[in-house]
């Protein structure tokens, strides 16, 4: 089957999504850490860190100036790898963006760097990374308060730059849109977004999990359906009119990559 992978990966986090009203706000630190300074031509290498955190499911961007900076590579650091915990990252050149979309099927304590990114330097000046589109939970689904630190690199011609870059906190938000479009690239129609099950204002992971916890128990509302009595059509991204694990891969693949198209 196409997509037996991802749907043998969103079947994992079934196992720990559970719908969760009153979800007790834990408080961490995703920063950018990257060097203080590059030059013209140099490739360097910028971290995602996290601090100290009791974590199984999230997914964040990373942003960069495509004008400065090109990204060269971009993989799990090693300590994440070590956990054991499935992961996802893509590259938006267009966009500039860089995503990157975990789960595990148990609560997992990690501190450290999530992934490490290989930059090229184009030009002089100054880069600056933001991280943005923040969902980080336990197995519990207690949502993590993130607090979001960006980054800087100086990037100078033939000599060094000698100034130092300071980080700056930078709150991620979310604007949901009432155009034809949404943020995200997911098409809107009746005010309602293709593949937004759960009805946050985004298609992510979560709406992945919501679609299979539906399939495998079909006595399980998923939050549309008290939305609207048109719910299947904003669910059934296949377009065969019936809800299905491929349904739920096609939006899990959407959630870490922006070109997929969920509406066939």
Do not use: H
């Amino acid at each position: 089957m196409k997509y037996k992978r991802i749907i043998s990966l969103i079947m994992t986090f079934v196992m720990l999504i559970s719908v969760s009203a009153n979800a007790e706000e834990i408080s961490a630190v995703l920063r950018v850490n990257t060097a203080e300074n590059t030059t013209v031509g140099d490739n360097f290498t910028v971290k995602v860190e996290l601090s100290e955190s009791i974590i199984a499911g999230g997914e964040f961007t990373l942003k960069y100036d495509k004008d400065i900076v090109e990204v060269v590579s971009g993989e799990a650091s090693e300590e994440f790898k070590a956990k054991g915990i499935s992961y996802q990252i893509n590259k938006d050149y267009d966009e500039n963006l860089c995503y990157f979309t975990f789960f595990n099927a148990e609560n997992v304590r990690f501190e450290g760097a999530f992934a490490e990114f290989t930059f090229k330097a184009l030009k002089e000046g100054e880069a600056e990374f933001t991280i943005n589109n923040v969902s980080i939970s336990d197995y519990d689904l207690n949502e993590l308060k993130i607090d979001v630190k960006s980054g800087k690199i100086k990037i100078g011609g033939n000599e060094s730059s000698s100034e130092s870059t300071s980080e700056s906190s930078s709150e991620s938000t979310s604007e949901s849109s009432s155009e034809s479009t949404s943020e995200n690239g997911s098409e809107i129609s009746g005010g309602f977004i293709y593949g937004d099950v759960n009805c946050d204002g985004t298609v992510n992971v979560k709406d992945a999990v919501t679609v299979m916890k539906k399939v495998l128990d079909v006595t399980f509302i998923m939050p549309i359906e008290n939305k609207t009595k048109d719910w299947l059509q904003y669910a059934d991204m296949s377009g065969d009119k019936i809800l299905g694990a491929d349904d739920a891969a096609l939006i899990f693949k959407k959630s870490y990559d922006e070109n997929e198209k969920i509406r066939q």
